[in-house]
């Protein structure tokens, strides 16, 4: 690596770091990654963000984000070839992104681990959850992606959450009358960008080769 770039701390399962990482691809922004074992969090993560979640992205004057919704957003407003912010304005986005961290991703945790929360059976959980699908399903009726026929960071925020709601249970979830999210899901997990995401990288330790996210191909 020639020039310093940002460092993001990422893990590659984690559907708030997928958010990222897709932030900065469709900025077409490099930086560099480090990959994190969530149960052995380099001490280099945790002085910078003491809450200790990723995914983390430092900039070079030493800026800390630490949330995943600031660094799509920072990544786009940056540099948005796409136009995925054109709708950003629209409280839409926000109210999405709101519901899908604060009320969708609860039903989807309990759905996922529904044995370590007896209060209700794991379809219960499934069908909380479905009430956030049932109105994306809806909105997929009116246009390709979720605000329309044109991607939004709405479609890339919300994406890494529904999939891996559908797969806990990929039969279910393909089997729910959900068409139109269906399709727009089989999209994402085939687009380039999203395989790009998804690269895997060795854990990062103080002292490794630097990685460059994304690779030059
Ligand atoms: N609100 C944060 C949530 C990030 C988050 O909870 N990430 C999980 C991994 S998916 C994490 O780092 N958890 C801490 C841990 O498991 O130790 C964001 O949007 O970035």
Known sequence: MTEPLPVLYSFRRCPY????????LFAG?????????LKDKPPQLLAI?????VPVLQLLDGTVIDESRDILLWALRRSDPDGLLAAERSPQVDELIRQNDVEFKHWLDRYKYFDRHPAMTQREY?????????QLEHRLGDGRFLLGDDISAADIAVMPF???FAHVDRDT???????????????????????????KYKPWRKGAASVVFPPSI
């Open 162 to 164: 529904v999939r891996q």
């Open 29 to 37: 922004l490099s930086v560099e990654l480090r990959e994190v074992v």
């Open 49 to 53: 963000s003491p809450k200790a979640t």
């Open 17 to 24: 770091a997928m958010r990222a990482r897709l932030g900065l």
């Open 126 to 134: 499934r069908e909380r959850g479905e009430v956030f699908l049932q």
């Open 173 to 199: 979830f393909y089997a729910l009358p959900y068409p139109n999210l269906q399709k727009w899901l089989k999209g994402w997990l085939e687009h380039p960008l999203f395989l790009l995401a998804m690269g």
